[in-house]
Protein backbone atom coordinates (compact mmCIF):
# COMPACT_ATOMS: atom_id res chain seq x y z
CA UNK A 1 0.00 0.00 0.00
CA UNK A 2 1.69 2.91 -1.53
CA UNK A 3 0.85 6.65 0.27
CA UNK A 4 -1.57 7.49 -2.55
CA UNK A 5 -3.01 4.13 -1.53
CA UNK A 6 -3.52 5.58 1.85
CA UNK A 7 -4.88 9.08 0.81
CA UNK A 8 -7.85 7.21 -1.13
CA UNK A 9 -8.61 5.76 1.99
CA UNK A 10 -8.35 8.71 3.87
CA UNK A 11 -10.65 10.27 1.70
CA UNK A 12 -12.57 7.49 1.63
CA UNK A 13 -13.35 7.07 5.01
CA UNK A 14 -14.08 11.71 5.79
CA UNK A 15 -16.69 10.20 3.09
CA UNK A 16 -18.25 8.18 4.79
CA UNK A 17 -18.07 9.88 8.46
CA UNK A 18 -19.62 12.12 7.02
CA UNK A 19 -22.56 10.11 5.68
CA UNK A 20 -22.91 8.55 8.90
CA UNK A 21 -22.66 12.07 10.88
CA UNK A 22 -24.54 14.22 9.00
CA UNK A 23 -27.18 11.50 7.21
CA UNK A 24 -29.30 11.30 10.37
CA UNK A 25 -28.64 15.08 10.67
CA UNK A 26 -30.29 15.76 7.60
CA UNK A 27 -32.67 13.17 7.91
CA UNK A 28 -34.55 14.95 10.59
CA UNK A 29 -35.00 18.00 7.73
CA UNK A 30 -36.36 14.93 5.95
CA UNK A 31 -38.66 13.61 8.85
CA UNK A 32 -39.93 17.03 9.91
CA UNK A 33 -42.92 17.11 7.69
CA UNK A 34 -44.51 14.03 9.59
CA UNK A 35 -44.24 15.99 12.92
CA UNK A 36 -45.79 18.37 12.52
CA UNK A 37 -46.32 19.68 16.41
CA UNK A 38 -43.95 22.32 17.49
CA UNK A 39 -43.01 20.42 20.72
CA UNK A 40 -42.20 17.24 18.36
CA UNK A 41 -40.15 19.48 16.24
CA UNK A 42 -38.59 21.36 19.30
CA UNK A 43 -37.28 17.61 20.21
CA UNK A 44 -35.89 17.04 17.36
CA UNK A 45 -34.10 19.87 17.08
CA UNK A 46 -32.64 19.48 20.64
CA UNK A 47 -31.33 15.83 20.07
CA UNK A 48 -28.83 17.15 17.46
CA UNK A 49 -28.46 20.78 18.68
CA UNK A 50 -24.75 19.93 20.23
CA UNK A 51 -23.60 18.45 17.47
CA UNK A 52 -25.08 19.28 13.99
CA UNK A 53 -22.58 21.67 13.14
CA UNK A 54 -19.26 19.31 14.03
CA UNK A 55 -20.80 16.82 11.50
CA UNK A 56 -19.70 19.25 8.73
CA UNK A 57 -16.49 18.63 9.35
CA UNK A 58 -15.83 16.08 7.48
CA UNK A 59 -17.60 17.68 4.67
CA UNK A 60 -15.16 20.41 4.78
CA UNK A 61 -11.90 17.24 5.14
CA UNK A 62 -13.46 15.36 2.23
CA UNK A 63 -13.22 18.25 -0.13
CA UNK A 64 -10.11 19.77 0.86
CA UNK A 65 -8.36 16.28 0.61
CA UNK A 66 -9.56 15.87 -2.88
CA UNK A 67 -8.18 19.19 -3.76
CA UNK A 68 -5.04 18.71 -2.00
CA UNK A 69 -4.38 15.02 -2.72
CA UNK A 70 -5.84 14.70 -6.47
CA UNK A 71 -6.38 17.98 -7.94
CA UNK A 72 -6.70 16.46 -11.15
CA UNK A 73 -9.36 14.63 -9.61
CA UNK A 74 -10.40 17.86 -8.36
CA UNK A 75 -10.13 19.82 -11.60
CA UNK A 76 -12.36 17.46 -13.47
CA UNK A 77 -15.27 16.42 -11.55
CA UNK A 78 -16.45 20.54 -10.33
CA UNK A 79 -16.56 21.30 -13.44
CA UNK A 80 -18.68 18.01 -13.94
CA UNK A 81 -21.02 18.62 -11.43
CA UNK A 82 -20.85 22.35 -10.54
CA UNK A 83 -24.80 22.52 -10.08
CA UNK A 84 -25.59 19.31 -7.59
CA UNK A 85 -22.65 20.77 -5.79
CA UNK A 86 -23.38 24.34 -5.46
CA UNK A 87 -27.34 23.33 -4.56
CA UNK A 88 -25.78 21.13 -2.02
CA UNK A 89 -23.53 23.92 -0.40
CA UNK A 90 -26.15 26.59 -0.64
CA UNK A 91 -29.03 24.22 0.66
CA UNK A 92 -26.71 23.25 3.89
CA UNK A 93 -25.81 27.18 4.26
CA UNK A 94 -29.76 27.86 4.27
CA UNK A 95 -30.26 25.10 6.53
CA UNK A 96 -28.04 25.77 8.93
CA UNK A 97 -29.56 29.61 9.35
CA UNK A 98 -32.90 28.20 9.01
CA UNK A 99 -31.65 26.05 12.33
CA UNK A 100 -30.31 28.92 14.43
CA UNK A 101 -32.83 31.55 12.99
CA UNK A 102 -36.29 28.67 13.92
CA UNK A 103 -35.26 29.64 17.76
CA UNK A 104 -35.51 33.31 18.00
CA UNK A 105 -38.68 33.10 15.46
CA UNK A 106 -41.24 35.47 17.60
CA UNK A 107 -44.45 35.72 14.93
CA UNK A 108 -45.72 31.89 14.31
CA UNK A 109 -45.46 32.61 10.82
CA UNK A 110 -41.71 33.25 11.19
CA UNK A 111 -41.21 29.90 12.65
CA UNK A 112 -43.08 28.18 9.74
CA UNK A 113 -40.86 30.36 7.54
CA UNK A 114 -37.75 28.78 8.75
CA UNK A 115 -39.11 25.55 9.20
CA UNK A 116 -39.81 25.29 6.01
CA UNK A 117 -36.65 26.39 5.39
CA UNK A 118 -35.35 23.55 6.97
CA UNK A 119 -37.23 20.98 5.57
CA UNK A 120 -35.88 22.69 2.11
CA UNK A 121 -32.48 22.72 3.25
CA UNK A 122 -32.36 19.09 4.09
CA UNK A 123 -34.26 17.81 1.19
CA UNK A 124 -32.01 19.26 -1.47
CA UNK A 125 -28.76 18.72 0.36
CA UNK A 126 -29.95 14.92 0.54
CA UNK A 127 -30.92 15.26 -2.99
CA UNK A 128 -27.90 16.71 -4.10
CA UNK A 129 -25.72 14.42 -2.51
CA UNK A 130 -27.14 11.34 -4.06
CA UNK A 131 -27.04 13.00 -7.58
CA UNK A 132 -23.51 13.76 -7.57
CA UNK A 133 -22.63 10.35 -6.42
CA UNK A 134 -24.58 9.08 -9.11
CA UNK A 135 -23.11 11.11 -11.44
CA UNK A 136 -19.62 10.14 -10.80
CA UNK A 137 -20.42 6.47 -11.02
CA UNK A 138 -21.92 6.76 -14.01
CA UNK A 139 -18.92 8.40 -15.55
CA UNK A 140 -17.66 11.75 -16.24
CA UNK A 141 -16.47 12.61 -19.81
CA UNK A 142 -12.74 13.68 -19.81
CA UNK A 143 -10.72 15.26 -22.51
CA UNK A 144 -7.23 15.41 -22.10
CA UNK A 145 -6.74 16.83 -18.00
CA UNK A 146 -10.20 19.00 -18.46
CA UNK A 147 -13.45 18.14 -18.18
CA UNK A 148 -15.00 17.18 -21.85
CA UNK A 149 -18.92 16.91 -21.25
CA UNK A 150 -21.69 19.57 -20.97
CA UNK A 151 -23.64 21.87 -18.14
CA UNK A 152 -26.87 18.93 -18.03
CA UNK A 153 -24.57 15.99 -18.62
CA UNK A 154 -24.83 14.47 -14.55
CA UNK A 155 -28.56 14.90 -15.20
CA UNK A 156 -29.97 11.27 -15.81
CA UNK A 157 -32.44 8.80 -14.73
CA UNK A 158 -29.96 6.89 -12.56
CA UNK A 159 -28.62 10.10 -11.07
CA UNK A 160 -32.22 10.97 -10.05
CA UNK A 161 -33.27 7.01 -8.79
CA UNK A 162 -29.42 7.75 -6.34
CA UNK A 163 -30.54 11.28 -5.30
CA UNK A 164 -34.07 10.11 -4.11
CA UNK A 165 -32.13 6.71 -3.01
CA UNK A 166 -29.89 8.79 -0.67
CA UNK A 167 -33.19 11.33 0.88
CA UNK A 168 -34.69 7.72 1.66
CA UNK A 169 -31.81 6.47 3.41
CA UNK A 170 -30.95 9.88 5.13
CA UNK A 171 -34.70 9.48 6.53
CA UNK A 172 -33.89 6.14 7.94
CA UNK A 173 -30.70 7.02 9.72
CA UNK A 174 -32.81 10.19 11.08
CA UNK A 175 -35.55 8.16 12.19
CA UNK A 176 -33.56 5.09 13.99
CA UNK A 177 -31.41 8.03 15.61
CA UNK A 178 -34.68 9.75 16.96
CA UNK A 179 -35.84 6.44 18.08
CA UNK A 180 -32.60 6.07 20.57
CA UNK A 181 -32.84 9.61 21.77
CA UNK A 182 -36.69 10.38 22.19
CA UNK A 183 -39.39 8.23 24.42
CA UNK A 184 -43.29 7.87 24.84
CA UNK A 185 -45.58 8.54 22.32
CA UNK A 186 -43.33 10.14 19.69
CA UNK A 187 -41.18 6.83 19.82
CA UNK A 188 -44.01 5.28 18.79
CA UNK A 189 -44.52 7.51 15.64
CA UNK A 190 -40.98 7.31 14.87
CA UNK A 191 -40.31 3.45 14.49
CA UNK A 192 -43.27 4.03 12.30
CA UNK A 193 -41.73 5.93 10.27
CA UNK A 194 -38.43 3.99 10.76
CA UNK A 195 -40.38 1.22 8.72
CA UNK A 196 -41.95 3.58 6.04
CA UNK A 197 -37.86 4.84 5.46
CA UNK A 198 -36.30 1.16 5.68
CA UNK A 199 -38.86 -0.01 2.84
CA UNK A 200 -38.12 2.75 0.75
CA UNK A 201 -34.03 2.57 1.51
CA UNK A 202 -33.75 -1.01 0.51
CA UNK A 203 -36.02 -0.39 -2.65
CA UNK A 204 -33.26 2.16 -3.49
CA UNK A 205 -30.62 -0.07 -2.85
CA UNK A 206 -31.80 -2.73 -4.85
CA UNK A 207 -32.71 -1.08 -7.73
CA UNK A 208 -28.98 0.92 -7.63
CA UNK A 209 -27.62 -2.33 -7.13
CA UNK A 210 -29.30 -3.87 -10.03
CA UNK A 211 -28.72 -0.68 -12.72
CA UNK A 212 -25.15 -0.17 -11.69
CA UNK A 213 -23.32 -3.30 -13.56
CA UNK A 214 -24.71 -2.41 -16.90
CA UNK A 215 -23.80 1.44 -16.42
CA UNK A 216 -19.93 0.15 -18.09
CA UNK A 217 -18.54 -3.22 -18.86
CA UNK A 218 -16.13 -2.88 -16.00
CA UNK A 219 -18.76 -2.73 -13.58
CA UNK A 220 -20.25 -5.90 -14.79
CA UNK A 221 -17.41 -7.69 -14.97
CA UNK A 222 -16.62 -7.17 -11.59
CA UNK A 223 -19.14 -8.30 -9.84
CA UNK A 224 -20.04 -11.32 -12.84
CA UNK A 225 -17.09 -11.98 -14.19
CA UNK A 226 -15.39 -15.20 -13.18
CA UNK A 227 -13.60 -15.78 -11.02
CA UNK A 228 -14.98 -12.08 -9.43
CA UNK A 229 -17.70 -13.03 -8.22
CA UNK A 230 -16.84 -15.81 -5.83
CA UNK A 231 -14.63 -12.82 -4.06
CA UNK A 232 -17.61 -9.78 -4.09
CA UNK A 233 -20.19 -12.69 -3.17
CA UNK A 234 -19.67 -11.97 0.40
CA UNK A 235 -21.30 -8.32 0.17
CA UNK A 236 -24.73 -9.03 -1.19
CA UNK A 237 -25.42 -12.00 1.38
CA UNK A 238 -23.74 -9.50 4.01
CA UNK A 239 -26.41 -6.87 2.84
CA UNK A 240 -29.37 -9.31 2.86
CA UNK A 241 -28.65 -9.92 6.48
CA UNK A 242 -28.30 -6.96 7.11
CA UNK A 243 -31.75 -6.07 5.81
CA UNK A 244 -33.34 -8.77 7.73
CA UNK A 245 -31.87 -7.92 10.72
CA UNK A 246 -32.86 -4.65 10.39
CA UNK A 247 -36.98 -5.30 9.77
CA UNK A 248 -36.66 -7.67 12.62
CA UNK A 249 -35.01 -4.47 15.24
CA UNK A 250 -37.87 -2.51 13.44
CA UNK A 251 -40.63 -4.49 13.61
CA UNK A 252 -40.59 -5.48 17.35
CA UNK A 253 -39.77 -3.00 20.38
CA UNK A 254 -36.52 -4.04 21.51
CA UNK A 255 -33.08 -2.51 22.11
CA UNK A 256 -33.45 1.42 20.86
CA UNK A 257 -29.95 1.67 19.16
CA UNK A 258 -30.49 -1.70 17.41
CA UNK A 259 -31.59 -0.16 14.32
CA UNK A 260 -28.98 2.70 13.89
CA UNK A 261 -26.38 0.62 14.37
CA UNK A 262 -27.47 -1.91 11.30
CA UNK A 263 -28.26 1.11 9.58
CA UNK A 264 -24.75 2.44 9.53
CA UNK A 265 -23.48 -1.09 8.86
CA UNK A 266 -25.75 -1.09 6.02
CA UNK A 267 -24.29 1.64 4.76
CA UNK A 268 -21.16 0.53 4.94
CA UNK A 269 -21.68 -2.42 2.89
CA UNK A 270 -23.60 0.01 0.27
CA UNK A 271 -19.90 2.10 0.43
CA UNK A 272 -17.84 -0.95 0.36
CA UNK A 273 -19.76 -1.89 -2.90
CA UNK A 274 -18.99 1.29 -4.43
CA UNK A 275 -15.57 0.94 -3.67
CA UNK A 276 -15.65 -2.27 -5.41
CA UNK A 277 -17.04 -0.94 -8.28
CA UNK A 278 -14.96 2.17 -8.45
CA UNK A 279 -11.43 0.87 -7.73
CA UNK A 280 -8.67 1.84 -8.79
CA UNK A 281 -10.71 4.56 -10.51
CA UNK A 282 -11.20 8.05 -8.99
CA UNK A 283 -12.89 9.02 -12.35
CA UNK A 284 -14.47 5.34 -13.11
CA UNK A 285 -13.31 4.39 -16.43
CA UNK A 286 -10.67 7.60 -16.93
CA UNK A 287 -8.67 8.55 -14.07
CA UNK A 288 -6.98 6.09 -11.47
CA UNK A 289 -5.85 7.03 -8.17
CA UNK A 290 -2.48 7.28 -9.23
CA UNK A 291 -2.69 9.68 -12.45
CA UNK A 292 -4.93 12.07 -10.40
CA UNK A 293 -2.10 12.05 -7.06
CA UNK A 294 -0.41 14.54 -6.02
CA UNK A 295 3.20 14.66 -5.33
CA UNK A 296 4.44 12.52 -3.36
CA UNK A 297 6.44 15.32 -1.41
CA UNK A 298 3.08 17.10 -1.01
CA UNK A 299 1.34 13.56 -0.16
CA UNK A 300 4.00 13.05 2.37
CA UNK A 301 3.74 16.68 3.89
CA UNK A 302 -0.11 16.46 3.99
CA UNK A 303 -0.52 13.32 6.20
CA UNK A 304 1.52 14.21 8.92
CA UNK A 305 -0.94 16.87 9.15
CA UNK A 306 -3.53 14.63 8.72
CA UNK A 307 -2.28 12.14 11.07
CA UNK A 308 -2.19 14.48 13.98
CA UNK A 309 -5.78 16.49 13.34
CA UNK A 310 -7.89 13.52 12.44
CA UNK A 311 -7.39 12.02 15.99
CA UNK A 312 -8.22 15.34 17.44
CA UNK A 313 -11.33 15.66 15.29
CA UNK A 314 -12.14 11.95 15.99
CA UNK A 315 -11.45 12.35 19.97
CA UNK A 316 -13.66 15.77 20.37
CA UNK A 317 -16.32 14.29 18.26
CA UNK A 318 -16.28 11.31 20.17
CA UNK A 319 -16.63 13.19 23.76
CA UNK A 320 -19.30 15.56 22.52
CA UNK A 321 -21.41 12.07 21.47
CA UNK A 322 -20.82 11.34 25.09
CA UNK A 323 -21.79 13.84 27.12
CA UNK A 324 -25.11 14.09 25.40
CA UNK A 325 -25.91 10.37 25.33
CA UNK A 326 -29.56 9.47 26.68
CA UNK A 327 -32.90 10.13 26.78
CA UNK A 328 -34.54 13.61 25.32
CA UNK A 329 -36.80 15.01 28.15
CA UNK A 330 -39.25 17.78 26.65
CA UNK A 331 -39.12 19.69 29.94
CA UNK A 332 -35.19 19.56 30.92
CA UNK A 333 -33.45 18.37 28.12
CA UNK A 334 -30.90 15.46 28.52
CA UNK A 335 -31.14 12.53 31.75
Known amino acids: MDITTIWAFLLAFAVFTYVVLDGFDLGLGILYPFFPKKEDRDLMMNSV ?10 LI ?14 AIIL ?3 YPPIIAMLLALVFRGVAFEFRWRAVRPWTQVLWDRAFIGGSVVAALAQGITLGALLQGIEVDGRAYGGGWWDWLTPFTILTGLSVVAGYGLLGACWLNIKVEGEIQKR ?14 GIAAVSAATPFLDAGYFERWYGW ?15 LIFSLAKSIMWHGID ?11 LLCFVGLGISMWPYIIPTEITIHQAAAP ?19 GYTAYAYW ?13
Not at 195 to 203: N, P
Open 323 to 335: VFRGKLDPNEGYH
Open 49 to 58: APVWDGNETW
Open 79 to 81: PAL
Open 257 to 267: WLPFVLALALF
Open 296 to 314: RSSQVFMLVGAAILIPIIL
Open 61 to 74: LGGGGLFAAFPLAY
Open 227 to 241: PNILWVAPVPVLVGV
Open 190 to 203: VRHWTRIFAFLTVG
